[in-house]
């Protein structure tokens, strides 16, 4: 008989103990698995929701780099966010196009210059996926109340301007 795999939060105690008996402080080790946890457990249900849509990683994030950027977007700008080569890129925007979700147009005023936007189809594509992570991610958060949400959120985004910090 295999053996029984652990649960997520004992997988998390083991993690922390094994940290906390190496030197680390187990309050800090505690907070960074449980986010490296939960970063890793929402990733593979993203994976599975694109995948159940027909759409790579690299394709969703183009969908919302144009989400995001609420304006037509060059190919150059798009391989600049997505941090790969232009001719990734291109190759991205090919698949998207074919299945009707972004439309390429020539700048009026530069006819060399591409812009790439997303269609309407690409918008509900957008929608619809948000609207299906909403629902998880509701269920991931139902036990803890508004209030808690509130500073959940505070605190995480103290977390990330530190990171922005340390980065500089």
């Known amino acids: 008989m295999p053996p029984r795999k652990p649960s997520a939060q004992e997988e998390h105690r083991q993690s922390v103990a094994a940290y906390v008996a190496a030197g680390g402080e187990e309050t800090v080790q505690r907070v960074i698995t449980a986010v490296q946890s939960l970063n890793r457990k929402l990733d593979q249900w993203y994976a599975r929701q694109l995948a159940d849509l027909d759409v790579t990683a690299g394709e969703w994030g183009v969908v919302t780099a144009l ?4 304006e037509p977007l060059t190919p150059s700008q798009l391989a600049d966010l997505g941090k790969v080569a232009p001719s990734s890129m291109t190759h991205r925007l090919d698949k998207l196009a074919q299945r009707g979700l972004i439309e390429r147009s020539q700048d009026p005023g530069n006819r060399t210059r591409v812009f790439v936007s ?7 594509l957008f929608n619809l996926a948000i609207q299906g992570s909403s629902i998880v991610e509701t269920d991931v958060l139902q036990d803890l109340s508004s209030p808690e949400m509130k500073d959940l959120a505070r605190l995480l985004e103290v977390v990330i301007a530190r990171l922005d910090d340390i980065e500089a």
């Open 67 to 70: 989400v995001k950027a609420k």
């Open 118 to 124: 997303l269609t309407e189809e690409g918008r509900q």
